[in-house]
């Protein structure tokens, strides 16, 4: 990539890291700038002596890339995620990870099911066991557009377990009786598609429309 060919030292701060030859390639590039990148709290760019302030992580990576010619694995398209619920597309792991930290996790409600119109998936579902786990982001909202594939993921996650006493949503208070009790709440309360003819319809909740529980009456079995 030509945008790599003139770059030989790093000018961060005082790193000063020298690009040798044989360390002249594109993901040796991307780590070291995003390392210096996160490690920077303060979102102050430190690329010779600039010092400009910016608002967010991504707000910085995108001056380093536009004002000083510096790529990094936010800017440079070095993978492609798409977010069904939002309808847009994320160019890297760190724009996917910011993405779902400020429009998925911080606006966290209990209905996380499949919404499909004319069989084309609209809103993907997510695992009510890998959103409460403490794993990456993007292991946590995994996206589910195939309901055999969702109850497949769950069933294991339900077979390690044994014994289900509450529901595994991080904000679900609802205690259970048994393993048939949780996938009836799984689909009465979260939206989870059950096998059959059954389909859940409805939208996700948004922050603005209330408290939690109201998106359990936007919910319909047809």
Not at 85 to 108: I, K, T
Request: charged share 25%.
């Amino acid at each position: 990539m030509d945008q790599f060919v003139s770059i030989r030292t790093c000018r961060w701060n005082d790193c000063y890291y020298q690009f040798t030859q044989a360390k002249r390639t594109c993901g040796s590039y991307l780590k070291h700038i995003t390392d210096h990148l996160e490690a920077n709290k303060a979102h102050q760019c430190l690329w010779k002596d600039c010092n400009q302030i910016l608002e967010s992580q991504e707000e910085l990576a995108t001056h380093i890339s536009e004002e000083h010619g510096i790529p990094n694995s936010w800017t440079t398209h070095t993978s492609m995620h798409y977010c069904y619920e939002h309808d847009v597309w994320c160019h890297s792991n760190q724009m996917w990870d910011a993405h779902l930290h400020f429009q998925h996790l911080q606006r966290l409600n209990d209905f996380c099911g499949l919404l499909k119109e004319r069989g084309v998936v609209m809103v993907a579902a997510h695992c009510l066991f890998c959103l409460g786990d403490t794993k990456p982001l993007s292991v946590r909202f995994a996206q589910y557009h195939d309901v055999f594939d969702l109850h497949k993921h769950m069933t294991g996650h339900l077979a390690k377990l044994g014994t289900l006493k509450a529901c595994p949503h991080p904000i679900c208070k609802d205690t259970l009786d048994s393993e048939s009790d949780f996938w009836d709440h799984a689909t009465s309360v979260h939206g989870i598609p059950s096998f059959g003819p059954r389909r859940i319809t409805g939208k996700r909740k948004r922050p603005e429309d209330g408290d939690n529980n109201k998106v359990r009456k936007g919910l319909k079995v047809a």
